[in-house]
């Protein structure tokens, strides 16, 4: 496989924060009438992103939600961010040892992933090849964000390498026509999350960033990956 492009997503991938992010909105949703726990949130929201989650939420409500519930949310979760956020383990040197071009395609707004990145002293890595779900018409698992970001970047889809923790980011760029590598490395990720991931579509798994460089090169000589790679 020629590649061209390597999209990263960001919860999850690159910065810790999926927890951290399930803790903000199960406070915000219980607290408008829609008990949830942060391990619930995880579950039916990861990968997801905010404007549809709310759409689920209000569907399942019968009722709106507040006009300013994701701001809401988005406030908790950089009030957690300051003091818990931390990169994936082992992230910054993998990127540093890509030398292909990279970008983010994430679900989460472009304060959020702007906050996130900074807090975790990776945004000067992808600056400014750093795209949200808010740009396009339908979130992940939709392919619309994918395509957006490659067309950005001026690659073809074929050409492009995803890097993702989730079943919908899984599902939407295969459904843009790429490749996937699904990554179980975070501290949300359960001991049933890889095969979750396999199933879903990826071409490998991996939960460990200093395999990264080493799987993308075994994929550019052609040589399939099987799940559950690990270099010798």
Do not use: W
Not at 200 to 212: K, Q
């Amino acid at each position: 496989m020629a590649i061209d492009l390597i999209i990263f997503d960001c919860d999850g991938v690159l910065v810790d924060s999926e927890v951290i992010s399930c803790r903000a909105h199960a406070d915000v949703l219980t607290r408008y009438g829609y008990p949830i726990t942060e391990e619930e949130v995880l579950r039916r929201f990861l990968g997801v992103s905010d404007r549809e989650a709310r759409l689920i939420v209000e569907t399942e409500l019968g009722r709106p939600l507040p006009d300013d519930v994701e701001q809401q949310v988005k406030n908790a979760t950089l009030q957690f961010y300051a003091g818990d956020l931390k990169a994936i383990a082992h992230v910054a040197e993998a990127i540093s040892a890509i030398a292909l071009p990279k970008c983010v395609a994430s679900s989460g707004t472009p304060e959020k992933i702007h906050h996130g990145l900074t807090c975790a002293g990776l945004y000067g890595l992808f600056a400014p090849h750093i795209f949200s779900a808010t740009q396009v018409r339908r979130g992940k698992p939709a392919p619309d964000l994918f395509l957006f970001a490659a067309s950005r970047m001026n690659v073809s889809p074929e050409r492009c390498l995803v890097i993702e923790d989730s079943v919908p980011g899984v599902t939407g760029a295969r459904a843009a026509g790429m490749a996937v590598l699904g990554f179980h490395g975070g501290s949300h990720c359960g001991a049933d999350h890889a095969e979750i991931l396999e199933k879903a579509g990826a071409l490998a798994i991996f939960d460990d960033m200093r395999h990264l460089p080493a799987l993308i090169a075994q994929i550019e000589q052609n040589s399939a990956p099987v799940a559950g790679f690990s270099p010798v």
